[in-house]
């Protein structure tokens, strides 16, 4: 499976923002699909992700109800309330198998490239 991340921008703290994933190749066999983000000098951080065949849902616990993910193509990360801690690169990325955990970064086979989001407060 293929991945494009789009959407990134620069946004006032308190905005929304809604990012794309648009997804090409196997993408019936996807088992889950994440979004991830990234500050230099720091760890890909979970955000949130889908299970592809029950349209199950989770979240970074610092998400705290603000963002949604939605199944689909392009799969859509909405996010709103945004904070200047919300500023980094965000990742989409897909898995095709079940074992570990959907927030677990090194499940995931298949990344996109990463779109910036700079929340300015």
């Known amino acids: 499976v293929q991945l494009q991340a789009s959407g990134g921008g620069l946004v006032q703290a308190g905005g929304s923002l809604r990012l794309s994933c648009a997804l090409s190749g196997r993408t019936f066999e996807i088992y889950g699909l994440g979004w991830f983000r990234q500050t230099p000098g720091k760890e890909r951080e979970f955000v949130a992700g889908?299970?592809?065949?029950?349209s199950t849902t989770f979240f970074g616990d610092f998400v705290k109800g603000r963002f949604l993910i939605s199944r689909g193509n392009p799969v859509y990360l909405s996010m709103n309330s945004l904070t200047p801690e919300d500023t980094a690169v965000y990742f989409c990325?897909?898995?095709?198998?079940?074992?570990?955990?959907?927030?677990?970064?090194?499940?995931?086979?298949?990344w996109g490239q990463g779109t910036l989001v700079t929340v300015s407060s």
């Open positions: 889908i299970h592809w065949r029950t």
């Open positions: 990325a897909a898995r095709y198998g079940a074992r570990g955990e959907i927030s677990s970064v090194q499940t995931y086979e298949y």
